[in-house]
């Protein structure tokens, strides 16, 4: 029997770098890794491809698959739907591949409460001066909009003790390799190997 | 503050490869992790140094410590003593440095029931041809003794339920990249990093 996948969420506030941080991580397509992608309703936009962007489905299918329970969560935004579907994500960790699903806190949770062995990483700015500087260089923005957008920073990382995981983006490389060996070291938890190599360990204990 | 440091528990059936992974992971003396070294009675051997090799204490110091309450474990053999000392475990842990304690699954035992968070480690072989193979190339034993070991070896083996990693040491430098990412993911789980990382958590939350 092959070991089931794990399945990750990353939670982080913007500006923390998550996105960068599962691009890189993903980024020579390893077999065993995946981002969860969600199901939308919303057209497909030019350079986007079913199953790799979103699951595209039409409002009806869309519709069905809330009244199966296919969703951890789904909402509504300007008329499209947009949902994360717990199917879809058992079947990929059924395949041994490991599930990163990218959502705020309130997902987390709400992940976590349907898949308890599900594995937060919470991924943090090193100072709220390097916050405040990420917040402000993307853009030419008021002092008012920052700290908007400062206060809901505040207001996710406000949540970091409802993760496993703590990881600190002061060094792009050294937050990457720490994510690596979380990836790597939960692969070697005894129920994943036990999965992995109940036959060697009958064979290993066999009179 | 500085994070404290955590205590891994390493076992496994003589054959596995245990002591060569933990010598090739202390191999360029890492500031921030070290072996247990026990406390024994015995004489100091040519080559031995005091504090590496063992803490050289005389009988009375060990009996004095033992009154103490300041081993996990202790025995006597042959007229000497030997024991593992709590306390300086927890002094090593205190300054922020990773100790590896190299017992069998009765001390595991013993030092998770005073350790809660200690972090077990069991590394297996990949085969019991290949046990085998390892037991037998140690000599040219007899076959009884040979079924012997391996039947020791089997014992050990049935706690490997009892720790949170289980290692396979099929290909040796795959274990010790999968040792070493456990130790490294280890020190980003949450109460480590809230340890290392207070003050940076206060100042991001700060109004």
Redesign the interface.
Same mark, same amino acid.
């Given at each position: 029997m092959a070991r089931r996948g794990n399945l990750f969420i990353l939670s982080a506030p913007s500006g923390a770098g998550k996105s960068s941080l599962i691009s890189a991580l993903l980024n020579d397509k390893p077999a065993d890794m995946q981002v969860s992608v969600s199901h939308t309703t919303r057209a497909m936009r030019p350079g986007e491809e079913n199953g790799v962007h979103y699951h595209f489905v039409d409002v009806d299918e869309f519709k069905a698959l809330i009244e199966q329970g296919a969703f951890f969560e789904w909402a509504e935004v300007f008329g499209n739907y947009y949902g994360t579907s717990r199917i879809t994500i058992e079947q990929t960790l059924d395949r041994g591949i490991d599930v990163f699903l990218d959502i705020d806190w309130q997902g987390a949770r709400q992940v976590k409460a349907q898949i308890p062995d599900a594995i937060g990483v919470f991924i943090?700015?090193?100072? #709220?001066a390097e916050?405040e500087r990420r917040l402000r260089s993307r853009g030419q923005d008021s002092d008012e909009i920052i700290a908007g957008r400062m206060a809901e920073a505040?207001s996710e990382?406000?949540h970091?003790?409802e993760?496993?995981?703590?990881?600190?983006n002061a060094d792009f490389d050294t937050a990457l390799?720490?994510l #690596?060996?979380?990836v790597?070291?939960?692969r070697?938890?005894?129920a994943r190997?036990?999965e992995a190599?109940g036959g060697?360990?009958d064979?290993?204990?066999?009179d």
């Amino acid at each position: 029997m092959a070991r089931r996948g794990n399945l990750f969420i990353l939670s982080a506030p913007s500006g923390a770098g998550k996105s960068s941080l599962i691009s890189a991580l993903l980024n020579d397509k390893p077999a065993d890794m995946q981002v969860s992608v969600s199901h939308t309703t919303r057209a497909m936009r030019p350079g986007e491809e079913n199953g790799v962007h979103y699951h595209f489905v039409d409002v009806d299918e869309f519709k069905a698959l809330i009244e199966q329970g296919a969703f951890f969560e789904w909402a509504e935004v300007f008329g499209n739907y947009y949902g994360t579907s717990r199917i879809t994500i058992e079947q990929t960790l059924d395949r041994g591949i490991d599930v990163f699903l990218d959502i705020d806190w309130q997902g987390a949770r709400q992940v976590k409460a349907q898949i308890p062995d599900a594995i937060g990483v919470f991924i943090l700015p090193p100072s #709220r001066a390097e916050l405040e500087r990420r917040l402000r260089s993307r853009g030419q923005d008021s002092d008012e909009i920052i700290a908007g957008r400062m206060a809901e920073a505040q207001s996710e990382i406000s949540h970091y003790g409802e993760f496993d995981y703590l990881l600190v983006n002061a060094d792009f490389d050294t937050a990457l390799s720490e994510l #690596r060996a979380i990836v790597c070291a939960e692969r070697t938890r005894l129920a994943r190997q036990v999965e992995a190599h109940g036959g060697m360990l009958d064979d290993l204990l066999a009179d």
